[in-house]
């Protein structure tokens, strides 16, 4: 299993998900082949609660990193799961068309890229 594919599935160790108990890893290459990780975090508001995809991103950017190759999800689920609206947004936004692997603890995955899973994406061009 590749290095960006085991990190993700670490990265769902460290979830903090006490309500759904959906725990959630990711793991964000960077343009230089730096791996970023991210999982979910629960809140009792639910509202509150951030994915491990934005966590990802925004833990590479706050290190001051904008480029990036690809990123890996992993859920315990047998259809693998996709990023959630709003994640997908971040990743359009700041990622761009990048490649998107779904994983499972059993090793089961699928890739596909950011348009696919937002097609006719809004962001600043339409501003």
């Not at 999982?39 to 950017?61: D, P, Q």
């Amino acid at each position: 299993m590749s290095p960006l594919l085991s990190a993700a599935l670490a990265a769902r160790d460290h979830a903090h998900a006490p309500y759904s108990r959906f725990r959630v890893g990711a793991a964000l290459e960077d343009s230089t082949g730096q791996i970023h990780t991210g999982c979910n975090i629960e809140n009792s508001t639910y509202g509150l609660t951030i994915c491990a995809e934005r966590v990802a991103v925004f833990k590479a950017m706050s290190e001051g990193v904008r480029a990036f190759r690809r990123l890996a999800i992993s859920a315990d689920t047998e259809t693998l799961t996709p990023p959630c609206g709003a994640c997908r947004q971040i990743l359009w936004e700041f990622c761009g068309d990048i490649e998107i692997i779904l994983v499972n603890p059993r090793g089961k995955t699928e890739t596909l890229r950011v348009k696919d899973l937002l097609p006719r994406a809004f962001d600043a061009s339409y501003l």
